[in-house]
């Protein structure tokens, strides 16, 4: 369990809105293309759904800066490609370390390389729910996601998926 620290936190007024400015994001910057898996874990064997290009902080659509603002499925590396080994060893460390079931999408940086070396993923974030691009993933398969994360827990999507 996480400890809150909810006791480190000040009580007066001028101390309480300097503590909200410096709990902000505290990241080292990296520089490459944001990409996410979508997965879906919990059952056997865990499964890599798709993978997506992300866009975030683009001016002509008013998102802030590292906001999220779409994305476009990109097709999955093949089996013996670096990337694909990479996704394959997260997937089965997030299904060994965690308890986490249902659809579970991983945010991630693919550093620009120039020296023709293949580039090692930088995690992001885990999100251990339904993620906006899991939308596009949904189209190309053809089966309801919401339906498959419902299974994935034992219970029944009251609408089945319709036929692809």
């Given at each position: 369990?996480?400890?809150?620290h909810?006791t480190?936190?000040?009580?007066e007024?001028?101390?309480?809105?300097?503590?909200?400015?410096?709990?902000?994001?505290?990241?080292?910057?990296?520089?490459?293309?944001?990409?996410?898996?979508?997965?879906?874990?919990g059952?056997?064997?865990?499964?890599?759904l798709?993978?997506?290009?992300?866009?975030?902080?683009?001016?002509?659509c008013?998102?802030?800066?590292?906001?999220?603002?779409?994305?476009?499925?990109?097709?999955?590396?093949?089996?013996?490609?670096p990337?694909?080994?990479?996704?394959?060893?997260?997937?089965?460390?997030?299904?060994?370390?965690?308890?986490?079931?249902?659809?579970?999408?991983?945010?991630?940086?693919?550093?620009?390389?120039?020296d023709?070396?293949?580039?090692?993923?930088i995690?992001?974030?885990?999100?251990p729910r339904?993620?906006?691009?899991?939308?596009?993933?949904?189209?190309r398969?053809?089966?309801?996601?919401?339906?498959?994360?419902?299974?994935a827990?034992d219970?029944?999507?009251?609408?089945?998926?319709p036929?692809?």
């Amino acid at each position: 369990m996480f400890d809150t620290h909810d006791t480190w936190l000040p009580t007066e007024a001028a101390d309480r809105e300097l503590t909200a400015t410096l709990l902000g994001y505290w990241q080292r910057f990296a520089e490459g293309v944001s990409l996410s898996v979508s997965l879906l874990l919990g059952q056997k064997p865990p499964q890599m759904l798709g993978l997506c290009r992300q866009f975030s902080g683009l001016s002509w659509c008013h998102a802030a800066p590292f906001g999220f603002c779409g994305g476009v499925e990109l097709p999955l590396p093949p089996p013996d490609a670096p990337l694909r080994q990479s996704l394959e060893q997260l997937l089965q460390q997030i299904t060994e370390r965690t308890q986490l079931a249902g659809l579970v999408g991983v945010d991630f940086l693919l550093p620009r390389t120039h020296d023709g070396h293949s580039p090692k993923p930088i995690l992001i974030e885990i999100n251990p729910r339904p993620t906006a691009t899991m939308e596009l993933i949904e189209r190309r398969i053809g089966i309801s996601l919401v339906a498959a994360h419902l299974a994935a827990f034992d219970w029944q999507s009251p609408c089945p998926s319709p036929p692809p």
